[in-house]
């Protein structure tokens, strides 16, 4: 079984970098593009996500600084590895994690109510 090897990067508002690799189980088997397009409708703005919301680090500077830091992390790089796993996240719950905690961001930033759909 393929698992599957993530970087990710917390950036502040002074553009200070943090970075971290993560290597998650993918016992769905899903490929590169699924988890592809899965994150580019999931995330915010296509790569940004909160890891305490799915499960993954948080990559903080020693110190808090209000004017600078903020929740969000993003997603760099992601490919398929035979390394061993760094996390008990598979991808696919990383994925629906992101979707989950997500929705409660997108849902305050459209002040959405209520959806209607057309038939």
């Keep these: 079984m393929n698992k599957i090897e993530m ?17 998650f189980e993918n016992k769905n088997n899903l490929t590169i593009r699924q988890i592809r397009d899965l994150i580019q409708i ?3 703005d296509k790569f940004w996500f909160d890891p305490d919301r799915c499960g993954v680090k948080r990559l903080n500077f020693k110190r808090f600084d209000s004017e600078l830091d903020h929740l969000w992390h993003e997603i760099e790089w992601i490919g398929i590895t035979t390394k061993r796993k760094t996390s008990d996240v598979d991808i696919a ?3 629906f994690d ?7 961001y997108k849902l ?3 002040k959405l109510e209520e959806y209607s759909f057309e038939p």
Excluded: P, T, W
């Excluded at 970087?7 to 290597?23: P, S, T």
């Excluded at 992101?98 to 409660?104: C, D, I, R, T, Y």
């Design 42 to 44: 999931v995330f915010i």
């Design 7 to 23: 970087e990710y990067m917390y950036r502040d508002a002074g553009n200070n970098k943090l970075r971290h690799r993560i290597v």
């Design 93 to 95: 719950d990383f994925l």
């Design 108 to 110: 305050e930033k459209d």
């Design 98 to 104: 992101s979707l989950k905690g997500n929705q409660f």
